[in-house]
């Protein structure tokens, strides 16, 4: 299943940021990204910028439609998977999985719900939603934000949560693993 989206640039606010446990950015006149942020920003989401592009990562923020559009396109394929336990890899495990893949154009989503049969609890998103291109990098130091990063064509995925390596995140899962495929 393939998705695409179209990036709207706007300083459009979605009001359920506001209560962020981080707070609210405060925005520095002189930064740069004041233009590209909105105003629920947080510290993470500006530090997980920041290393996007010190990797050499050129990302893109999706607009809040495209986010929901992303999620409800990973929860299609990948949403009810995790019940059953499917063959999948966590952990270590999937840090290597997820390092082996040649992947150059791909999503960090955050989740705005929980997932059945996954450590994942939202109170509310801390990250921005990225369209990247460029390599492939771990984001295993933002796990506190429960996400996903998937390629386009929904063809594998790894799911980050607040449970990484102490309950057996993070998870690695590809489609051909799931039942039925």
């Given at each position: 299943m393939n998705f695409h989206f179209t990036l709207d640039r706007s300083d459009d606010v979605c009001e359920q940021y506001c209560g962020c446990p981080v707070g609210p950015r405060r925005l520095d006149p002189t930064d740069k990204r004041r233009e590209e942020s909105p105003a629920f920003?947080?510290?993470?989401?500006?530090?997980?910028?920041?290393?996007?592009?010190?990797?050499?990562?050129?990302?893109?923020?999706?607009?809040?439609?495209?986010?929901?559009?992303?999620?409800?396109?990973?929860?299609?394929?990948?949403?009810?998977?995790?019940?059953?336990?499917?063959?999948?890899?966590?952990?270590?495990?999937?840090?290597?999985?997820?390092?082996?893949?040649?992947?150059?154009?791909?999503?960090?989503?955050?989740f705005s719900a929980n997932v059945d049969g996954l450590p994942i609890h939202v109170d509310n998103m801390m990250i921005g939603a990225y369209e990247c291109r460029g390599p492939l990098v771990s984001l295993a130091a933002f796990h506190d934000s429960e996400f996903f990063v998937c390629p386009p064509d929904l063809s594998w995925s790894m799911v980050y949560t607040h449970e990484d390596h102490s309950m057996g995140g993070p998870y690695f899962i590809r489609t051909e693993w799931l039942p039925g495929s």
């Open positions: 920003a947080t510290s993470i989401d500006l530090q997980l910028q920041d290393y996007l592009t010190a990797a050499g990562v050129t990302w893109s923020r999706l607009s809040e439609e495209d986010r929901i559009e992303a999620e409800a396109a990973w929860r299609e394929v990948f949403g009810r998977a995790f019940r059953r336990r499917p063959r999948l890899k966590h952990g270590n495990r999937a840090d290597h999985e997820f390092g082996r893949q040649a992947c150059d154009h791909y999503f960090v989503v955050p």
